[in-house]
């Protein structure tokens, strides 16, 4: 049943898991907005995204050091825009 499954990252993440995307996570947070007001739920939002860019970069490339992989991992974040992304209520 796994067997397309591509894994990558330290902990085998699955590329293919719903929850492993910008889409899956806004989902999830959905199920949270009556707990936190849309300030926090943005922070928890970029916090996920930076740690699936940091967890990509880590499984695709080779670094010197972990000072390396955080800047590359940074600037790569705010390439895709994360930085500026916020979330919204539906």
Same mark, same amino acid.
């Given at each position: 049943?796994?067997?397309?499954?591509?894994?990558?990252?330290?902990?085998?993440? %699955?590329?293919?898991?719903?929850?492993?995307?910008?889409?899956?996570?806004? /989902?999830?947070?959905?199920?949270?907005?009556?707990?936190?007001?849309?300030?926090?739920?943005? /922070?928890?939002? %970029?916090?996920?995204?930076?740690?699936?860019?940091? /967890?990509?970069?880590?499984? %695709?490339?080779?670094?010197?050091?972990? /000072?390396?992989?955080?800047?590359?991992?940074?600037?790569?974040?705010?390439?895709?825009?994360?930085? %500026?992304?916020?979330?919204?209520?539906?």
């Amino acid at each position: 049943m796994d067997r397309d499954l591509k894994k990558h990252g330290h902990w085998s993440h %699955r590329e293919v898991d719903y929850y492993h995307h910008e889409m899956g996570i806004r /989902d999830w947070l959905q199920k949270w907005q009556h707990l936190a007001y849309q300030e926090k739920l943005t /922070d928890y939002l %970029r916090v996920a995204l930076g740690h699936i860019v940091l /967890d990509e970069m880590h499984s %695709r490339y080779e670094y010197a050091s972990e /000072d390396e992989l955080i800047k590359s991992a940074y600037r790569s974040f705010i390439q895709r825009g994360f930085g %500026r992304t916020f979330f919204k209520e539906k």
